[in-house]
């Protein structure tokens, strides 16, 4: 079992930024990747980014430029730092860690982008 701990959402201005934070417990040994995810409105459940246990990475292409991932393998935390914010990044962020065991997820964050 692995427990996925989320933190740092909140209310942004278009332009800002925001740092998610994701804290792994539990059988942490036997993840391999860890990511974000989100679902808009109506829409299915996107990638947003991912980063493996050897840092290599991956975004989505609506991200890429303007959010950065990154991983504290001591801390088995990952981070989101979102710059440049806008007011589509509106909705729940979700983390994800993929395990030898399956596939774990957290409660969610909310992100909002307004004015």
């Known amino acids: 079992q692995v427990q996925l701990v989320e933190s740092g959402g909140g209310l942004v201005q278009p332009g800002g930024s925001l740092r998610l934070s994701c804290a792994a417990s539990?059988?942490?040994?036997?993840?391999?990747?860890m990511g974000w995810y989100r679902q808009p409105p109506g829409k299915q459940r996107e990638l947003v980014a991912t980063?493996?246990?050897?840092?290599?990475?991956n975004y989505a292409d609506s991200v890429k430029g303007r959010f950065t991932i990154s991983r504290d393998n001591a801390k088995m935390t990952a981070y989101l730092q979102m710059n440049s914010l806008k007011p589509e990044d509106t909705v729940v962020y979700s983390c994800?860690?993929?395990?030898?065991?399956?596939?774990?997820w957290g409660q969610g964050t909310q992100v909002t982008v307004s004015s």
């Open positions: 980063i493996t246990n050897n840092g290599i990475t």
């Open positions: 539990g059988s942490i040994f036997s993840i391999y990747a």
């Open positions: 994800h860690a993929r395990t030898s065991f399956g596939n774990y």
